[in-house]
């Protein structure tokens, strides 16, 4: 877990507030994405960056934007969140996007209010 | 229907026995598939992946692709209560290639005593 790391690892926000997660990876890699994770649903991919550059945005509301300012770090901004948004929200990485292995870091509990 | 689908939960085993766990997916253009073990409260990680027919073999894991009958699935050998976890069957489609996972709801797994 040491290699994705994630802050915070918990957090309870209000509807009406903005707030910002934050993923670095200390693996070297090139590809990073965001996954939600709600009680009794899949694990869902919200984004993937490829080289600071986003190649995949599966259907994710705008509500929630990515940040990626280089390879190392990667950023949910949040806002304006609904309760149904509550969830584990889990950052991975991997050595390209073709990589078999995906590397998670141990997730922000997220609990909107 | 579900993209990736596996045999519902919980399941219990004693100690020392073999562990099933099944998974089948929808798309037949999937070309890699992954076995990803998650303790409660952690992230998931890698165990196993294959993307051959047939069998592959890691130490007490077996994971079996079938691609004609779209299934999947992990043994778990002489299970230990260690093992006891969440396995999360995980397919890549042949047409992406941004490493996007769709995961299936997983699969509690306790081994007892």
């Known amino acids: 877990e040491t290699g994705v790391t994630q802050t915070p690892r918990h957090l309870v926000m209000g509807m009406t507030n903005k707030k910002s997660l934050k993923c670095e990876q200390h693996l070297g890699h090139n590809a990073m994405y965001w996954y939600k994770q709600s009680a009794k649903k899949p694990l869902e991919l919200m984004f993937v960056?490829?080289?600071?550059?986003?190649?995949e945005n599966n259907s994710v509301p705008s509500r929630f934007s990515p940040e990626c300012p280089n390879s190392s770090h990667l950023f949910l901004h949040l806002h304006t969140l609904q309760p149904e948004d509550s969830a584990l929200y889990l950052c991975a990485s991997s050595h390209t996007t073709g990589s078999y292995e995906q590397y998670f870091g141990p997730g922000t509990r997220l609990t909107v209010t | 229907q579900k993209e990736v689908e596996q045999n519902s939960g919980p399941l219990s085993v004693p100690e020392g026995a073999i562990a099933s766990l099944n998974c089948t997916y929808s798309d037949r253009g999937s070309q890699s598939f992954f076995w990803y073990r998650q303790y409660s409260g952690k992230s998931p990680e890698l165990i196993m992946f294959i993307y051959s027919n047939g069998d592959k073999e890691d130490g007490r894991f077996t994971a079996q692709l079938n691609k004609a009958s779209q299934y999947v699935s992990l043994l778990i050998r002489d299970s230990q209560p260690s093992d006891s976890a969440t396995y999360l069957c995980?397919?890549?489609?042949?047409?992406?290639?941004?490493?996007?996972?769709?995961f299936g709801q997983g699969t509690i797994l306790t081994v007892h005593p």
């Open positions: 960056y490829s080289l600071e550059e986003r190649v």
């Open positions: 995980a397919v890549r489609s042949g047409g992406t290639s941004y490493g996007k996972l769709t």
